[in-house]
């Protein structure tokens, strides 16, 4: 019997914003022109300074709030960017609000809880989500959230996994994790948790949150 489910932020509650909008966003909030031609100049510029190695996702990143924007404005100051135009850019890419939720969280959500299935948000992240949970009036749904740059750890870590049942009080077999990336979320499965992985959210439309109800037997 499922007695919680653990749920990643983005790309399963949410949609992330893809590098064009976050570029829009940042020029948008300086009064700067956001034609095409600026705003993919300045996306590849950061992609190049990010490199194959993808500095902004290195590991350890999300374990502490200093070392994520350190990391960031050193990309963004590499790829040539102004200082103001970095700060924009780091400012959007630190508000949650600018990842929205899908449709069908909110009522899997109640559903859950109608359940009794406790509720937790597992996430490498590097601010607290519990506002912009609130500002979706979902913070009353959640039991527990365990953010990395709180736990000074990052999924994979198995510490992630197990402090979340521990706040929940169910163990492993009782828990479901649902996550999109199979490195840091399927990692769950070493901690004894059965995982789903479903694709990345695309569009505010996407709808995945009914295999969770299916797998909790809540239909």
Not at 76 to 86: I, P, R, S
Request: with cysteine; net charge negative; proline share 5%.
């Amino acid at each position: 019997m499922i007695r919680a489910v653990l749920f990643v932020w983005r790309g399963t509650l949410v949609v992330n914003m893809t590098d064009v909008e976050w570029v829009e966003r940042a020029l948008s909030a300086l009064g700067r022109r956001a034609d095409r031609a600026a705003v993919e100049g300045i996306a590849s510029a950061i992609a190049r300074a990010n490199g194959p190695g993808n500095r902004l996702d290195a590991p350890g990143v999300d374990c502490d709030a200093a070392l994520h924007r350190r990391t960031f404005l050193d990309v963004l100051a590499d790829a040539g960017l102004d200082a103001e135009l970095v700060e924009a850019l780091y400012a959007v890419e630190s508000d949650p609000r600018n990842n929205p939720f899908v449709g069908d969280v909110a009522d899997t959500f109640a559903s859950l809880r109608d359940g009794d299935v406790r509720i937790a948000v597992v996430s490498d992240i590097h601010v607290d989500l519990r506002p912009a949970f609130d500002a979706a009036r979902l913070g009353g749904l959640v039991d527990v959230f365990t953010l990395s740059f709180e736990q000074g750890v990052q999924k994979p870590d198995p510490l992630m996994f197990t402090r979340t049942l521990d706040a929940l009080g169910v163990g492993p077999g009782e828990a479901l994790m649902v996550g999109d990336r199979s490195r840091p979320d399927g990692a769950a499965v070493e901690s004894g948790i059965p995982t789903l992985l479903v694709p990345p959210l695309r569009s505010v439309e996407d709808r995945r949150l009914h295999l969770v109800l299916s797998l909790c037997g809540i239909g």
